[in-house]
C-alpha cells in the first residue's frame, strides 16, 4: 500500500501470498472498517499484524498480508493468485458473486465446471480422430483447418451418446480408421504437452474429497494411451476421465467463500 502512495501514477498487481477469495477481497478493497476499526485510526496499533517476521499469518518468508487500510490505494489494481488455484481450483468458482459483485456464478457443481471447460478445450483443440490430416496439433487450432471425414470415431461416438442416438444423424468411422501403416500404430496427433496443458489446472479439481487421487490417475492413464483414443482430444480425455468418480461429488454444490 505504501508503495501504490509513493507512485501514484504506476498501477500495482499484488504477488504472493493469496491464498483464498477472502484474502484477494481483503488486499484488493481493503479490511472492512468494522472488522479492523483501530488499525485505521492509529496505524501504530497493529494486532499483531505488519511486522516482519509475522507470527499470524505465519509464512515461510515470514512475510504479512494482512491489509492497512480503507479503502485500499486506487491504484492497486488487483492480485495473483496462482498456487492456490493449482491446490485447489474450487476456490475460484464463487469469484464472480464474492470478488466482483455479481448477483450469481455461472456454475455451481463441479460438474457444470468441467463440463465448460471440457466445451472450451474441444473448441480450441478439436478432435483429431475423424480426418487423415497428417499434422500434429501443438497449438491452438482452428478446426476448420481439418476436413473431417466422420462425426466422431468409434471411441468418442461412446463417450458423447452418438452410437445410441440415431437421431443425431451422426456417421461413425469405422474402427479400423487412421491407422497409421508403421508397427500397425495410430499415428499420434496430438502433442504431449497439449495433453498435460489441458489436464494440469484440473489435476485437483476433487481436492478434499474422498477419492480424489482417483480422478488424477485416471487422467494420467488415459493421456497415455494409444493414440486411437488420445486422437479424441483432450476434452474427451477429460470426459472420460469423470466417468470414475461418484455421482455426489460431480453435483454436491460447491461451498460460497462465507461458509470456508
Same mark, same amino acid.
Given at each position: 500500500y505504501d508503495i501504490c502512495r509513493l507512485f501514484p501514477d504506476c498501477d500495482f498487481y499484488i504477488n504472493g501470498g493469496i491464498r483464498n477469495l477472502k484474502d484477494a477481497k481483503e488486499v484488493c478493497y481493503g479490511r472492512p472498517r468494522q472488522t479492523h476499526e483501530s488499525a485505521f485510526e492509529d496505524d501504530s496499533s497493529n494486532d499483531g499484524h505488519r511486522v516482519v517476521p509475522c507470527d499470524r499469518c505465519n509464512f515461510p518468508n515470514g512475510s504479512c498480508v %494482512?491489509? *492497512?487500510? @480503507? /479503502? %485500499?490505494? +486506487? #491504484?492497486?489494481?488487483?492480485c495473483l493468485i496462482g498456487r492456490a488455484a493449482m491446490d485447489n481450483p474450487c476456490i475460484m468458482w464463487d469469484i464472480d458473486r464474492y470478488f466482483y459483485g455479481e448477483k450469481t456464478n455461472p456454475c455451481r457443481t463441479r460438474r457444470e465446471i468441467l463440463d465448460r471447460y471440457c466445451r472450451y478445450i474441444e473448441s480450441v483443440y478439436p478432435r483429431r480422430c475423424c480426418d487423415r490430416n497428417p *499434422?500434429? *496439433? +501443438?497449438?491452438? *487450432?482452428? /478446426?476448420? #483447418? !481439418? &476436413? !473431417? &471425414? @466422420?462425426?466422431?470415431? +468409434?471411441q468418442c461416438a461412446i463417450l458423447y451418446g452418438i452410437a445410441e442416438d440415431p437421431d443425431k444423424n451422426a456417421s461413425v468411422a469405422p474402427p479400423d480408421f487412421n491407422q497409421c501403416l508403421e508397427n500397425g500404430q495410430s499415428a499420434m496427433k496430438i502433442t504431449s504437452h497439449i495433453m498435460n496443458r489441458c489436464m494440469k489446472p484440473i489435476h485437483n479439481i476433487f481436492f478434499g474429497l474422498p477419492k480424489a487421487n482417483l480422478f488424477r490417475q485416471e487422467l494420467h492413464r488415459l493421456s497415455r494411451l494409444d493414440a486411437r483414443i488420445r486422437n479424441c482430444g483432450p476434452g474427451a480425455m477429460i470426459r472420460r476421465a469423470l466417468l470414475v468418480m461418484p455421482a455426489e461429488h460431480l453435483d454436491r454444490q460447491l461451498t460460497p467463500t462465507e461458509s470456508r
Open positions: %494482512a491489509p *492497512t487500510a @480503507y /479503502p %485500499a490505494p +486506487s #491504484n492497486l489494481r488487483g *499434422t500434429v *496439433t +501443438s497449438k491452438i *487450432t482452428d /478446426p476448420k #483447418n !481439418f &476436413e !473431417f &471425414e @466422420y462425426s466422431h470415431c +468409434s
